[in-house]
């Protein structure tokens, strides 16, 4: 470890804090329906899309109504991406002739971006076309991140309101956070990978000699503009193979900066803005506190482990940290700091290799998942799963202290613990069922590169990241077969929407609820105390999750690795 390493962490982090509140604001005028200096320009535009869809944006639904509605636009976009993929060989932007995605291949990539979890099991620049890039999984890119903010509004509309009946309309919550917020940001994004080497081009390809003399084809595209919302949207697919370890995604270190700050940057606003409207910002501070400790934890063992390097290469004279699968342009320190940002967040780009990193190294990235990726998280999800841990939280608090637990002036009975209970039980379920089902059966075990510990935790890593819908992996486990393709396709659609659902469902029930004024007795949810009671909760309730597995993954790996051993 280094000090520049160091500095580079505790730079970040501080930008992070800086970016919070301005960030925040701006969310917090799209979550009221306020009018920005965006809406001289861009108001014309909105008020044509509902005219054109015959949407009243004033019309408010109740949380059943907002439920519905998201889940047919999302299932409307999947089928769209998936018709786009299996047309692909006859459809136009196409200048390298690619032939149409296979039925499993497709509807696992359409299932993928819908659930903003951006698995990829296939070669980007190989297999998808400049259109399917763009109409096929761009589009995927700003809707699926407005739809996770548009249900954490509605949640936090659960929190502000009292006695009523609604959550806000979400064709208005989606259009205004795209249109306002999403594209807007791209564009002066995309402007800056531009200007800093990203292509942006409809060209197929750019031929040029090496400098050992050989002709060379390398792949082109409009790289910049996906790269913009895959980094802001917390949706992490790549363009290209290698993601933003490929220098046309991630040129140097300024744009790996850019890109981790943009990974947080909604998330961090995004707890602002629900301190903003529940009237109490020191709440949303709170939060982000809670996040930030993780994360910083998480980041220190994680670094930790990849400057001490492999112990079986020390056996063999190798001195040094793990540069293994990393890019020397960035380093350790960089790489590791990417590598907990994008697993903090649903994100799941990386500029470095997970499936090289040591055992405990790349066990930091799998417990992020299985936490339900609310360290930070995704746009809305990560605020949304981080307040149904809020309400385990004050329900454990007032079993302690004999009390009716209550947060935020709303009483949480048994219908909103219920719901938060089953939402959250969706990771552990999933996960270790799905991850227990592949390492039986022939055909899961034929996906694992390496045996031993190793080869379970490509699998279990598979799982926690298509059920978090984060889409990171750990490369050895070759995903791409029908019975991959099959499982996470359902985890993901699991992981998204059967959490989704509940959280509406406990906005309506909070948003019904009278307000309960504090009192001198109320449990204090601002302080040192809450916020370790949160982590505390968050880690128990992760622990059904990641402690089972990475006994069997992860640490048995380390262990092996420290006696010198090879799998």
């Known amino acids: 470890m280094t000090f520049q390493g160091w500095t580079l962490i505790l730079v970040f982090t501080a930008l992070v804090l800086a970016l919070a509140r301005p960030m925040g604001a701006w969310l917090f005028a799209l979550y009221e329906g306020r009018r920005t200096p965006l809406h001289r320009v861009l108001g014309p535009v909105e008020t044509g899309f509902y005219r054109l869809a015959g949407i009243d944006p004033g019309a408010e639904q109740g949380w059943r109504r907002y439920a519905l509605h998201m889940l047919v636009f999302n299932l409307a976009l999947l089928l769209f991406t998936y018709a786009v993929l299996r047309l692909q060989a006859v459809l136009p932007l196409n200048p390298r002739g690619l032939a149409g995605i296979g039925a499993d291949g497709a509807l696992n990539t359409a299932v993928s971006f819908a659930t903003n979890t951006n698995w990829q099991w296939y070669s980007g620049e190989a297999a998808m076309s400049n259109l399917s890039q763009m109409l096929g999984l761009t589009i995927h890119n700003f809707l699926s991140a407005a739809t996770g903010i548009a249900v954490a509004f509605a949640l936090f509309r659960g929190f502000a309101r009292r006695e009523a009946r609604t959550v806000g309309n979400f064709w208005a919550d989606c259009t205004r956070v795209t249109l306002y917020l999403l594209l807007p940001a791209c564009l002066v994004y995309a402007l800056f990978l531009v200007a800093s080497g990203v292509p942006q081009t409809l060209a197929a390809m750019a031929d040029t000699t090496s400098l050992e003399g050989l002709r060379q084809s390398i792949a082109l595209g409009p790289v910049a503009s996906q790269e913009a ?265 699991i992981g998204r929407f059967f959490v989704i659902v509940p959280v509406l469902a406990i906005a309506g029930s909070l948003a019904a609820k009278k307000h309960t004024p504090e009192t001198a007795g109320s449990f204090p949810t601002t302080g040192p105390l809450w916020i370790g009671l949160l982590i505390a909760v968050i880690l128990v309730l992760g622990g059904l999750t990641f402690l089972p597995s990475l006994a069997l993954g992860p640490i048995a790996d380390h262990l092996a690795m420290i006696s010198g051993q090879l799998f």
């Open 229 to 493: 919302i895959k980094m802001l949207g917390t949706n992490g697919g790549g363009f290209f193979n290698a993601n933003s370890a490929h220098p046309f995604e991630n040129p140097g270190a300024l744009t790996n900066l850019v890109q981790m700050l943009s990974i947080f940057a909604l998330g961090a606003g995004l707890t602002w803005c629900f301190g903003k409207a529940v009237g109490n910002t020191r709440q949303g501070w709170a939060i982000l506190a809670a996040m930030l400790a993780m994360f910083l934890v998480g980041t220190t063992v994680t670094y930790w482990q990849e400057a001490a390097g492999n112990p079986v290469l020390h056996h063999l004279g190798v001195a040094g940290g793990n540069m293994e699968g990393k890019e020397v342009r960035f380093g350790i320190a960089a790489s590791a700091l990417f590598s907990v940002v994008t697993t903090a967040a649903s994100c799941g780009a990386v500029n470095a290799m997970h499936d090289s990193f040591t055992a405990l190294g790349g066990m930091v990235p799998l417990v992020n998942m299985q936490l339900g990726e609310v360290v930070v998280g995704g746009v809305g999800a990560g605020i949304y799963g981080f307040l149904l841990f809020a309400l385990l939280a004050v329900f454990v608090a007032g079993l302690m202290v004999g009390r009716t637990p209550e947060y935020l002036g709303k009483k949480i009975e048994a219908r909103e613990v219920k719901l938060a209970v089953l939402a959250v039980a969706v990771l552990p379920l999933c996960i270790l069922g799905l991850t227990a089902l592949s390492a039986v059966l022939p055909d899961g075990l034929a996906g694992p590169l390496n045996k031993g510990p190793h080869g379970f935790s490509e699998i279990l890593y598979a799982f926690a990241s298509g059920t978090g819908n984060n889409g990171s992996a750990f490369a050895g486990l070759t995903a791409g077969t029908p019975f991959y393709n099959g499982l996470l396709a359902a985890a993901m659609w």
